[in-house]
């Protein structure tokens, strides 16, 4: 389907031990190949899991169709149209109940996300949600219900947030996910606050 010599097109440049990241028609490609030699070597391990994890994921919608990998280090996925959230102003009203809904689906699969920012969900053209990059994503087994069952909730605190951000209207587990875990983002008001009474720094 892909090949080696198609990947002409480079989207982003990898950064860290993040993959370098190219269009190729309909599909993105996750490529490792040209990053640093411990890059290259983690990436083969990460390509490795994410597919499995988006084997266990496949057919659920909010989740791009997975084609396998080339040559060990890349991950060919189905190219979703949208942007991320992350340069969104606004979003449709409903977003984020869907995008629960897609994590608890994720979730029923034996999947936690672990990591739920803005730079990995997506709305497409139709308003609907997308998660993208499962590369630190946990898959649970027999000895890891403790874990998966605690990552799942860091899961649903990390939707609770990004409701927040967007002010819409939190689920009553949302709220005690917050209230237990959100000192972070209490913190960051009263520092706003602080901010505005003190005035712009001369």
């Known amino acids: 389907m ?12 990898g950064r860290g031990l993040k993959a370098d990241i190219y269009l190729v028609g309909s599909l993105v490609v996750k490529d490792y190949r040209n990053r640093s030699f411990i890059t290259r070597q983690l990436g083969r391990l990460l390509v490795s899991r994410e597919e499995k994890v988006y084997r266990r994921l ?50 029923s699969r034996g999947v936690a996300s672990r990591d739920l920012s803005p730079s990995n969900i997506i709305v497409d053209l139709s308003g609907e949600p997308y998660l993208i990059d499962f590369a630190v994503a946990f898959i649970a087994g027999p000895l890891t219900k403790p874990i998966f069952s605690l990552l799942k909730k860091l899961d649903i605190y990390g939707v609770a947030r990004l409701k927040e951000r967007w002010d819409q209207n939190l689920e009553e587990d949302e709220r005690r996910m917050l209230a237990f875990l959100g000192w972070e983002v209490r913190a960051r008001r009263w520092l706003k606050k602080l901010r505005q009474l003190c005035g712009p720094r001369r």
Do not use: M, Q
């Not at 892909?2 to 440049?13: C, F, Q, S």
């Not at 984020?96 to 689906?105: E, G, N, T």
């Open 58 to 107: 496949s057919s659920l919608r909010g989740i791009a169709k997975c084609y396998g990998r080339l040559n060990g280090y890349a991950l060919i996925l189905e190219r979703i149209e949208g942007k991320r959230i992350s340069e969104c102003d606004s979003l449709p009203p409903n977003f984020f109940a869907k995008l629960r809904k897609l994590v608890d689906s994720v979730h």
């Open 2 to 13: 892909v090949t080696r010599e198609d990947l002409r097109n480079l989207l982003r440049k």
